[in-house]
T-cell receptor, first 113, second 113 residues
Framework: DAKTTQPTSMDCAEGRAANLPCNHS???????VYWYRQIHSQGPQYIIH???NNETNEMASLIITEDRKSSTLILPHATLRDTAVYYC??????????????FGPGTSLSVIP | SQTIHQWPATLVQPVGSPLSLECTVE??????LYWYRQAAGRGLQLLFY??????ISSEVPQNLSASRPQDRQFILSSKKLLLSDSGFYLC????????????FGQGTRLTVV
């Protein structure tokens, strides 16, 4: 079962920041938070991941709360091409463990012109 | 760089016919490999994952099987397709290292008629 909860859907105006929340209250100390997105009829695309610290890359920023029970994915300037389903996932990804990547239903983000 | 190949992109098969979907990864060795299915309008369901040649774990009972004859080759099969096997099938891989993100193929859209 997925260990995360996300809102079913969100809207965001084009050019504004999109803030997608995720709750993972049962996260373990060795579990990472990952974000993927899936544009219709394509395979999921990796966005970003983090363990404790906030992370930023060319696509997005990831803000993880100090207790690690929730996080927010930030798309700083949303475009129409960012319309997709966004998945928040927690997973253990250490060398000797099975690494089952389990997806929940995700958040359907609609960027509106 | 690593790439994942999945084919065919689309497939229409009659009920009762066999199925073989192939996925290969290039540019890495000893990856974890995964098969997912996404029914229309639904989330991603993990079907199988593999941590090595001949090592397959099944997540859900079903009409499908998986095999890993080579390190970077993952095959999804069925002896007799059912209508309920229709869906979007995705192959993915990840490195077995801490924080290793998973990468997805572009998927095969299977329609059983």
């Amino acid at each position: 079962d997925a260990k995360t909860t996300q809102p079913t859907s969100m809207d965001c105006a084009e050019g504004r920041a999109a803030n997608l929340p995720c709750n993972h209250s049962t996260i373990s100390g060795n579990e990472y938070v990952y974000w993927y997105r899936q544009i219709h009829s394509q395979g999921p695309q990796y966005i970003i991941h983090g363990l404790k610290n906030n992370e930023t890359n060319e696509m997005a920023s990831l803000i993880i709360t100090e207790d690690r029970k929730s996080s927010t994915l930030i798309l700083p300037h949303a475009t129409l091409r960012d319309t997709a389903v966004y998945y928040c996932i927690v997973r253990v990804a250490i060398k000797t463990s099975y690494d089952k990547v389990i997806f929940g239903p995700g958040t359907s983000l609609s960027v509106i012109p | 760089s690593q790439t994942i190949h999945q084919w065919p992109a689309t497939l229409v098969q009659p009920v009762g016919s066999p199925l073989s979907l192939e996925c290969t990864v290039e540019g890495t060795s000893n990856p974890n490999l995964y098969w997912y299915r996404q029914a229309a309008g639904r989330g991603l369901q993990l079907l199988f994952y593999s941590v090595g040649i001949g090592q397959i774990s099944s997540e859900v009972p079903q009409n499908l099987s998986a095999s890993r004859p080579q390190d970077r080759q993952f095959i999804l099969s069925s002896k007799k397709l059912l209508l309920s096997d229709s869906g979007f099938y995705l192959c993915a891989w990840s490195l077995r290292r801490e924080g290793g993100e998973a990468f997805f193929g572009q998927g095969t859209r299977l329609t059983v008629v």
